[in-house]
């Protein structure tokens, strides 16, 4: 270890004072989805087998062949052939065992098929089972009470129809649309009036009962029941109580609450073939079988660790989303069919790309798996060719590509034949592939002990800085001009009124791009510049002012400036935290390094509400006491398994505080969960609510996941876990 190194880092552990984080099992949430149409009075329910079945115009269906991220369907359930042909009205579970109910009787197959009754109601629809096989049956205005085929007690409700039946307190419990009624000693009684009722679940302790405006509450003691209205969705459907949790469904997913008060919220086909909730019940194992009109949601659980997650997602990148050393999405998908679909090229390959290869120097850095070293030199090829590629020394391609599919790629006028016969490379590159390549250049150069890939990772380095400062800090096209962002030249940086991100954020980056390139290679001309921008043309002024000071521009500014500073722009901290890795890290002395800390700590501050552990373990560099751990380990722990871009919705919701309109693009008071809202990359608002996602494409977790969990599990602020490496389910 280099004497700086070894100063850096008794510098940084000195003043971070926290104990490393135990990476402790949590409940991970997924989804296994069976598609099918299915009716709104549709049924679902498991019996102590752990078989499952569905009801849907009177035939019987069975989840068939679906697991994880491979969805099953709904197949006609033919196991009794002596069923074939029966219309059944209604199925329940009675003793753990399946129940059917058609015209004129109600039976099960368990017990050796003894258990049948016959009932008198050729309309029945409805029936639960009480106290020693005695059962209660309803037509929907008719209820008749049996017992081994005997009328024990028979009503009829006038001008009300029977919606749901449960037997709970030695009690029978009956719904209609006004009344929630109880049947006990042949005494039909009203328990409460109101509107709009659609479904209930009881237990020992709690009711509730759902309406078209919410849903009531009644725990042991209380007379009155609370009403709930500030919900994810406030028509209420279907209601299961599972292990004392009321499980809620809607025309809009389905939720349950959560011990701090707010609510866990299952919407779009990230977890439900359809959003319209017709049934829910608990099933096989602990998982929540949830019955849409588009078919049956297995919502299962599984105790893992963070490092379990991680290798989950290593998994899923290089089966999925390597393409020509490149970390890539997988476009073009069918419906979320993984075995559709095409690796695609995408602006910022070189991007995407670095923050992958630093999360994988991140990995070899605090682990020493080979299989992590071998992804730094695939992925270092890759952005080594981007400079190969193209015929201007120094200047690295966007992506590259064969030139048989160049009429396919995006953007395709962009595109460039290459030097190299049979590729073509992608033009115009900007300045977040700058940022990027120099982030990763330095974690390899400095965490990667392959003498190889060091030597490769600073000679790409000072090729890229040495174009850039040569062409009066441009990056020059192969048309011999700049591209439209690869811009630090003073007369452009210093254009932008103050208040214009582009100005702080160009001259952070250019100094922490200097500032690296000087500590690896010790070329003078890097230095020099570095401190040219910062004395002469104010640099340090510029990356140091605070955040609040950014804003819109003034309404005498030029066009471009009034273009770029419309809102809070969130590919910008992207790049600000990845160039903070060199402005930090490789500060030229410890007065500046003072001043990037008081910037970086400012930065973060406004971030702060995101909860994304990538800002939050970057600001942990500087030394810091406070960089939110616990909310960090919150967005590892919550984000998705299943990260392809369903269609998403959250803007209907009762149970958030919306904000109005503001520079910064918040809606919302606080930041929900990563498993409730869209699927996006860093560079993206965490706060957009909405969209409309059609399961063409899945994310690569390379970027998205695996940067910020490498970087603090190198930085040392989450603890290994103990080995496992594999979970109960595959992707």
Same mark, same amino acid.
């Given at each position: 270890?280099?004497?700086?190194?070894?100063?850096?880092?008794?510098?940084?552990?000195?003043?971070?004072?926290?104990?490393?984080?135990?990476?402790?099992?949590?409940?991970?949430?997924?989804?296994?989805?069976?598609?099918?149409?299915?009716?709104?009075?549709?049924?679902?329910?498991?019996?102590?087998?752990?078989?499952?079945?569905?009801?849907?115009?009177?035939?019987?269906?069975?989840?068939?062949?679906?697991?994880?991220?491979?969805?099953?369907?709904?197949?006609?359930?033919?196991?009794?052939?002596?069923?074939?042909?029966?219309?059944?009205?209604?199925?329940?579970?009675?003793?753990?065992?399946?129940?059917?109910?058609?015209?004129?009787?109600?039976?099960?197959?368990?017990?050796?098929?003894?258990?049948?009754?016959?009932?008198?109601?050729?309309?029945?629809?409805?029936?639960?089972?009480?106290?020693?096989?005695?059962?209660?049956?309803?037509?929907?205005?008719?209820?008749?009470?049996?017992?081994?085929?005997?009328?024990?007690?028979?009503?009829?409700?006038?001008?009300?129809? *029977?919606?749901?039946?449960?037997?709970?307190?030695? !009690?029978?419990?009956? /719904? #209609?649309?006004?009344? &929630?009624?109880? $049947?006990?000693?042949?005494?039909?009684?009203?328990?409460?009036?109101?509107?709009?009722?659609?479904?209930?679940?009881?237990?020992?302790?709690?009711?509730?009962?759902?309406?078209?405006?919410?849903?009531?509450?009644?725990?042991?003691?209380?007379?009155?029941?609370?009403?709930?209205?500030?919900?994810?969705?406030?028509?209420?459907?279907?209601?299961?109580?599972?292990?004392?949790?009321?499980?809620?469904?809607?025309?809009?997913?389905?939720?349950?609450?959560?011990?701090?008060?707010?609510?866990?919220?299952?919407?779009?086909?990230?977890?439900?073939?359809?959003?319209?909730? *017709?049934?829910?019940?608990?099933?096989?194992?602990? !998982?929540?079988?949830? /019955? #849409?009109?588009?078919? &049956?949601?297995? $919502?299962?659980?599984?105790?893992?660790?963070?490092?379990?997650?991680?290798?989950?997602?290593?998994?899923?990148?290089?089966?999925?989303?390597?393409?020509?050393?490149?970390?890539?999405?997988?476009?073009?998908?069918?419906?979320?069919?993984?075995?559709?679909?095409?690796?695609?090229?995408?602006?910022?390959?070189?991007?995407?790309?670095?923050?992958?290869?630093?999360?994988?120097?991140?990995?070899?850095?605090?682990?020493?798996?080979?299989?992590?070293?071998?992804?730094?030199?695939?992925?270092?090829?890759?952005?080594?060719?981007?400079?190969?590629?193209?015929?201007?020394?120094?200047?690295?391609?966007?992506?590259?590509?064969?030139?048989?599919?160049?009429?396919?790629?995006?953007?395709?006028?962009?595109?460039?034949?290459?030097?190299?016969?049979?590729?073509?490379?992608?033009?115009?590159?900007?300045?977040?592939?700058?940022?990027?390549?120099?982030?990763?250049?330095?974690?390899?150069?400095?965490?990667?002990?392959?003498?190889?890939?060091?030597?490769?990772?600073?000679?790409?380095?000072?090729?890229?800085?040495?174009?850039?400062?040569?062409?009066?800090?441009?990056?020059?096209?192969?048309?011999?001009?700049?591209?439209?962002?690869?811009?630090?030249?003073?007369?452009?940086?210093?254009?932008?009124?103050?208040?214009?991100?582009?100005?702080?954020?160009?001259?952070?980056?250019?100094?922490?791009?200097?500032?690296?390139?000087?500590?690896?290679?010790?070329?003078?001309?890097?230095?020099?510049?570095?401190?040219?921008?910062?004395?002469?043309?104010?640099?340090?002024?510029?990356?140091?002012?605070?955040?609040?000071?950014?804003?819109?521009?003034?309404?005498?500014?030029?066009?471009?400036?009034?273009?770029?500073?419309?809102?809070?722009?969130?590919?910008?901290?992207?790049?600000?935290?990845?160039?903070?890795?060199?402005?930090?890290?490789?500060?030229?002395?410890?007065?500046?390094?003072?001043?990037?800390?008081?910037?970086?700590?400012?930065?973060?501050?406004?971030?702060?509400?995101?909860?994304?552990?990538?800002?939050?373990?970057?600001?942990?560099?500087?030394?810091?006491?406070?960089?939110?751990?616990?909310?960090?380990?919150?967005?590892?722990?919550?984000?998705?398994?299943?990260?392809?871009?369903?269609?998403?919705?959250?803007?209907?919701?009762?149970?958030?505080?919306?904000?109005?309109?503001?520079?910064?693009?918040?809606?919302?008071?606080?930041?929900?969960?990563?498993?409730?809202?869209?699927?996006?990359?860093?560079?993206?608002?965490?706060?957009?609510?909405?969209?409309?996602?059609?399961?063409?494409?899945?994310?690569?977790?390379?970027?998205?996941?695996?940067?910020?969990?490498?970087?603090?599990?190198?930085?040392?602020?989450?603890?290994?876990?103990?080995?496992?490496?594999?979970?109960?389910?595959?992707?």
């Amino acid at each position: 270890m280099n004497s700086w190194r070894l100063t850096f880092l008794l510098v940084f552990w000195s003043g971070i004072g926290f104990s490393q984080v135990p990476d402790k099992p949590f409940e991970q949430w997924y989804s296994v989805k069976y598609y099918g149409t299915v009716r709104t009075d549709g049924k679902v329910f498991s019996d102590r087998n752990h078989l499952v079945q569905c009801l849907s115009e009177g035939q019987l269906f069975m989840p068939a062949n679906g697991q994880f991220l491979h969805p099953g369907t709904l197949m006609p359930d033919t196991r009794y052939r002596s069923m074939q042909g029966t219309k059944i009205r209604t199925m329940n579970v009675y003793q753990n065992q399946f129940w059917y109910l058609d015209e004129s009787k109600l039976w099960s197959n368990a017990w050796a098929g003894r258990r049948e009754l016959t009932h008198h109601l050729p309309q029945a629809k409805l029936f639960a089972g009480g106290d020693d096989y005695r059962f209660l049956v309803s037509d929907g205005t008719s209820l008749e009470y049996l017992s081994d085929s005997l009328t024990l007690w028979q009503t009829k409700l006038t001008g009300e129809n *029977v919606k749901a039946i449960h037997y709970a307190r030695n !009690t029978f419990w009956i /719904l #209609t649309a006004n009344n &929630l009624y109880t $049947l006990q000693n042949n005494q039909l009684q009203n328990y409460y009036s109101g509107e709009g009722f659609t479904s209930f679940a009881l237990n020992d302790t709690s009711i509730y009962l759902g309406s078209e405006k919410g849903y009531y509450h009644w725990n042991k003691r209380a007379k009155q029941p609370t009403l709930h209205t500030k919900l994810p969705s406030v028509s209420i459907s279907a209601i299961a109580l599972i292990e004392g949790r009321p499980w809620l469904g809607t025309n809009q997913g389905v939720f349950t609450p959560k011990p701090d008060g707010t609510y866990a919220y299952f919407q779009g086909e990230r977890w439900l073939p359809g959003d319209q909730v *017709v049934s829910i019940t608990q099933g096989p194992q602990q !998982t929540i079988l949830v /019955l #849409t009109t588009e078919g &049956l949601a297995q $919502l299962s659980k599984q105790w893992i660790t963070l490092q379990d997650k991680a290798y989950f997602f290593e998994n899923q990148v290089i089966t999925r989303h390597i393409r020509n050393g490149f970390n890539a999405s997988l476009e073009g998908m069918e419906k979320g069919n993984l075995a559709t679909g095409y690796l695609a090229d995408a602006d910022n390959d070189g991007l995407w790309t670095s923050m992958y290869l630093g999360s994988q120097a991140f990995r070899y850095a605090a682990t020493k798996e080979k299989q992590a070293l071998e992804n730094c030199r695939e992925s270092l090829d890759a952005l080594e060719r981007l400079y190969t590629v193209t015929p201007v020394p120094g200047f690295p391609a966007r992506s590259f590509e064969r030139s048989s599919i160049r009429s396919q790629l995006a953007d395709s006028k962009v595109w460039q034949n290459s030097p190299q016969p049979g590729w073509t490379w992608k033009a115009t590159t900007s300045s977040d592939e700058a940022i990027g390549h120099v982030f990763a250049f330095a974690t390899v150069a400095e965490l990667v002990n392959d003498p190889n890939l060091q030597a490769k990772a600073i000679r790409l380095l000072d090729t890229l800085m040495n174009h850039i400062v040569s062409h009066d800090l441009y990056l020059v096209d192969y048309d011999g001009k700049p591209t439209k962002w690869g811009r630090w030249n003073p007369e452009y940086v210093n254009s932008f009124p103050v208040n214009v991100g582009d100005r702080k954020l160009n001259s952070s980056n250019i100094i922490g791009m200097l500032q690296t390139a000087f500590h690896f290679t010790k070329k003078e001309k890097y230095r020099q510049k570095a401190f040219e921008l910062m004395k002469k043309h104010g640099y340090l002024a510029n990356l140091t002012r605070p955040m609040n000071e950014i804003g819109k521009a003034p309404d005498n500014a030029d066009e471009h400036s009034k273009l770029l500073s419309e809102g809070w722009n969130h590919s910008d901290d992207e790049m600000y935290f990845l160039g903070y890795w060199g402005l930090y890290r490789y500060a030229f002395n410890d007065t500046l390094r003072s001043h990037y800390r008081k910037a970086i700590i400012d930065h973060w501050q406004a971030e702060r509400p995101e909860k994304d552990a990538t800002w939050n373990f970057f600001t942990a560099l500087t030394g810091t006491k406070t960089f939110d751990v616990k909310e960090s380990v919150w967005y590892l722990q919550h984000y998705p398994l299943d990260l392809i871009d369903w269609r998403i919705q959250n803007s209907h919701r009762q149970d958030l505080r919306f904000l109005p309109d503001n520079f910064r693009k918040q809606t919302t008071s606080q930041v929900i969960s990563p498993t409730e809202r869209p699927m996006q990359r860093h560079n993206r608002n965490t706060f957009i609510l909405d969209e409309n996602g059609t399961g063409q494409s899945e994310f690569s977790a390379g970027d998205t996941w695996l940067l910020p969990y490498w970087l603090g599990r190198y930085l040392g602020i989450i603890k290994a876990a103990p080995s496992n490496h594999s979970l109960l389910f595959s992707n």
